[in-house]
């Protein structure tokens, strides 16, 4: 499951929240579990994938 990375712009604190791409489709309302704000900004995170192959 994907995990996506947001700012709150009220408390300034960074989190992660794991939906699945369906449920990312939906655009969920995300909430801040610290402050309880909406006023959430989503991060730009890289990602990489391991795999048993050699390359």
Not at 17 to 45: A, G
């Amino acid at each position: 499951m994907p995990a996506y990375e947001y700012l709150c712009k009220d408390c300034k604190r960074d989190f992660m929240v794991f939906l699945s791409l369906k449920e990312f489709d939906e655009k969920p309302k995300i909430t801040c579990p610290h402050c309880q704000s909406d006023n959430v900004q989503k991060q730009i995170v890289g990602f990489y994938v391991k795999t048993s192959k050699k390359s």
